[in-house]
């Protein structure tokens, strides 16, 4: 059922002008966050962190609506990924900051660059590549196999490279050390393994994937998002975010994730609403 669906939505994208398809998704999403409890819920405790001490649950409520409205819209975007979703958001698109990735380049090492569940992450992503860098993501395996096709599918249309999970780690060095960029997304929450950061005000467990690969593969890491602004699209490019000798050690990886998430958090400040966490990103402190 989901893979048709794609294939409907996709023929719908192409059929009908953008602002009718958002209009569409902006009128369906409320009727899927009353329907789709678990994931309802989940948001709307991520929010209540995000607003931190003393939050009101209705104001976390009201924010968590909007996200999945906005998730709504992020869907449309994702049917249009090969099919000319590029160029309609190269002619609505301020990006700030493709100087801080050029710079990183100009190193002469691969750059790991990251981001999160905010915005439209495979947007931000196939916009790198159009501009000329050869771009990797890891693609998680999606159910049934021929969506994943699909979708995996849509990705190399735009430009991009996909790694499949099970061979992300040494791929994923290999690429680095040839002075390719690797997308990744930091914000994984898992339950019992990871790296331990503090995020919002409370200590939560994350993969340390994209620390680990930066400090072995010597990768320049760059973050950057690209979100929504009424119907146009806003992008930004951070510095780089370094590392110093004093991090070296045992606890590098940690110390950089950390870093990581402090710069991601921020951006979530910006655009809470543009955060589409449905999982608990805080099972209990770590």
């Known amino acids: ?25 902006a009128t369906f999403s409320p009727l899927v966050f009353l329907i789709w409890r678990d994931k309802r819920e989940r948001a709307i405790e991520n929010m209540l962190q995000v607003l931190g001490p003393g939050a009101d649950r209705q ?19 994702m049917l249009c990924l090969g099919g000319g979703a590029i160029s309609i958001a190269d002619r609505r698109l301020t990006v700030d900051g493709w100087e801080h990735l050029d710079a990183a ?13 905010i915005g439209n992450s495979d947007l931000g992503a196939a916009l790198i590549a159009q501009r000329g860098y ?36 040494f791929r994923s060095l290999r690429v680095l050390r040839e002075r390719q960029v690797l997308a990744l997304l930091l914000d994984r929450p898992t339950h019992d ?20 690969l930066a400090v072995r593969s010597g990768a320049s890491v760059v973050g950057g998002y690209i979100v929504r602004s009424g119907n146009r699209y806003v992008a930004a490019i951070s510095p780089e975010i370094s590392r110093s000798e004093d991090d070296a050690g045992d606890d590098e990886v940690q110390i950089l ?25 805080w099972p209990s402190d770590a």
Do not use: C
């Not at 794609?6 to 569409?24: K, M």
């Not at 998680?140 to 735009?158: E, I, T, Y």
């Not at 609403?273 to 449905?278: E, G, P, R, S, V």
């Open 193 to 212: 393994q990871g790296v331990t950061i503090e995020f919002f005000g409370r200590r939560t467990r994350v993969p340390g994937g994209a620390a680990a």
């Open 105 to 117: 380049f100009q190193k002469g090492k691969g750059i790991v660059f990251i981001g999160g569940h």
């Open 257 to 281: 994730t950390q870093r990581l998430f402090s710069w991601l958090e921020q951006v979530i400040r910006k655009y809470p609403d543009q955060w589409f966490m449905f999982r608990s990103m």
């Open 134 to 169: 050869p771009v990797n993501v890891i693609a998680d395996p999606l159910s049934p196999p021929r969506w994943d096709q699909l979708v995996q599918q849509a990705r190399q249309a735009a430009g991009l490279r996909v790694i499949p999970m099970g061979s992300a780690i």
């Open 59 to 77: 104001a976390a409520r009201r924010l968590a609506l909007r996200s999945f409205v906005n998730y709504g819209k992020y869907v449309v975007d």
């Open 1 to 25: 059922m989901i893979y048709w669906g794609h294939r409907l939505g996709t023929v719908l994208t192409r059929w009908f002008p953008l602002w009718l398809t958002y209009g569409i998704a």
